[in-house]
C-alpha cells in the first residue's frame, strides 16, 4: 500500500460559499413557491437544500501536524496531509482504526477520545463523537516496567520511553489493524530480545556483541548502546507500519524485588573488597617507604627481626578499622 497525497483539494472556501448560496436559493424558492403555491418550485427548493447539506459532509478542516486517511465505498482514494481547509467528495469516508485506543503515552491519544460528548438526562445514556484524524507529531510511548531475565539468569525490571510518528499513513491504516497496539507490543518484544542478551552489571566471559568474544557490556553500564539496540530492533519490527522511531532511552532499571536484597549485598561485599585492596596497597607502599628512609638516613640500625615486627605493626595499624592505641617503650630497644 503506497500512499497518495490529495493536495489539489484546497478549495474548502470556494466550496462553503457556493452551498451557502444554494441555501439561499432553496430558502427563496421555498418562500416563492408556498406564496404562489407553486409545488412544483417548492419540491426543487427542498431538493436543492437536502443537496447542499450533503456537500456539507465534504468539508475538511486540518491543523498543522494532522492527516486524513480517505476512503470511498471501500476503495483507498488519497490522504490529506496539509493544513487547510479542503473539500471533497460527500462520500468518502476517514479512516482511523486506532481512533479509540488509548496507551499510555503522549500526543494525540487525548484527540483521540470522544470531541464531543451529548449527554441525554432523559435516557442516562452518552453519545460520543471520535475523531479520525491521524496526528504526525512526534509522541512518545511509555509502556509499563517489565520483568525479564537478563543474560546470566537473574530477574530485572526495566522500562523504556519510546518516541515515534506516522509517517506513512497509509501503511498506518490498512497494513496492520491498529498501529499504535502494534507498535506497543512490538517495543515490548523488542526490549525482551535485547535485554536477555545483556547482564545487569558487568560480567566475566559474557559476549553481547556476538563477535565470539567476551566484553564489558552491561545494561547498568552500556544504557546509550542498549538503548540504541532497542530503537533499532523496534524499527525494523514496525517498518511495515509506516511508523519511525525517533529515539529509545531507558527510564527505569533495578533488580527484581525477590533478589534485590541479596544482590545489594552482594554489591557491598564487592565494595568492601575493593576498599580493602586499596587500603592495603597503600599501606604496603608505606611501610617500604618508611623502612627506605631509615635505611637512607641511618637513622637506626634493625635486623631482620625487627623489621619484620616493625612492618607487622604498622600494617595493623594502617589496615586496622579502629584507630591504633600506641604503647611506649621507656627502655632500649632491645
Not at 4 to 31: E, F, P, R, T
Not at 96 to 109: C, E, H, I, M
Request: net charge negative; charged share 20%.
Amino acid at each position: 500500500m503506497e500512499e497518495k497525497v490529495l493536495s489539489k483539494k484546497k478549495n474548502g472556501m470556494a466550496a462553503l460559499l457556493g452551498i451557502l448560496v444554494l441555501y439561499a436559493a432553496a430558502i427563496v424558492g421555498i418562500v416563492f413557491g408556498a406564496r404562489n403555491e407553486y409545488v412544483t418550485v417548492i419540491i426543487v427548493s427542498v431538493i436543492i437544500a437536502v443537496v447542499a447539506t450533503i456537500l456539507l459532509a465534504g468539508l475538511k478542516v486540518l491543523k498543522p501536524q494532522e492527516a486524513l486517511v480517505l476512503t470511498l465505498f471501500g476503495k483507498y482514494i488519497g490522504t490529506l496531509k496539509e493544513d487547510g481547509f479542503y473539500f471533497v467528495n460527500p462520500f468518502c469516508a476517514s479512516v482511523n482504526p486506532a481512533a479509540r485506543t488509548k496507551l499510555n503515552q503522549s500526543g494525540d491519544v487525548n484527540d483521540s477520545v470522544a470531541l464531543m460528548a451529548i449527554a441525554n438526562k432523559t435516557a442516562g445514556t452518552t453519545v460520543e463523537a471520535y475523531n479520525n484524524k491521524i496526528s504526525l507529531k512526534i509522541m512518545t510511548l511509555n509502556n509499563n516496567k517489565q520483568k525479564i531475565n537478563d543474560c546470566l539468569g537473574n530477574p530485572i525490571e526495566i522500562g523504556i520511553a519510546v518516541t515515534w510518528k506516522v509517517v506513512d499513513t497509509a501503511k498506518a491504516v490498512f497494513n496492520v489493524d491498529n498501529y499504535k497496539e502494534f507498535l506497543s507490543l512490538q517495543c515490548d518484544s523488542a526490549l525482551r530480545d535485547i535485554v536477555r542478551i545483556y547482564p545487569y552489571d558487568v560480567a566475566p566471559n559474557v559476549d553481547t556483541t556476538g563477535d565470539g568474544l567476551s566484553d564489558e557490556g552491561s545494561l547498568r553500564g552500556s544504557s546509550e548502546i542498549v538503548a540504541g539496540r532497542i530503537r533499532d530492533e523496534i524499527q525494523k519490527r514496525v517498518e511495515e507500519a509506516g511508523i519511525e522511531v525517533v529515539e529509545a532511552r531507558i527510564t527505569y532499571l533495578a533488580y527484581a524485588p525477590e533478589i534485590a536484597a541479596v544482590m545489594l549485598q552482594r554489591q557491598q561485599a564487592s565494595a568492601i573488597i575493593d576498599a580493602r585492596k586499596m587500603i592495603v596497597d597503600g599501606a604496603v607502599g608505606m611501610v617500604e617507604m618508611a623502612l627506605e628512609r631509615l635505611s637512607e638516613n641511618h637513622t637506626v640500625e634493625l635486623d631482620e627481626e625487627r623489621k619484620a615486627a616493625m612492618v607487622s605493626n604498622l600494617l595493623v595499624v594502617l589496615c586496622g578499622n579502629r584507630d591504633a592505641q600506641p604503647i611506649v617503650n621507656s627502655g632500649s630497644l632491645y
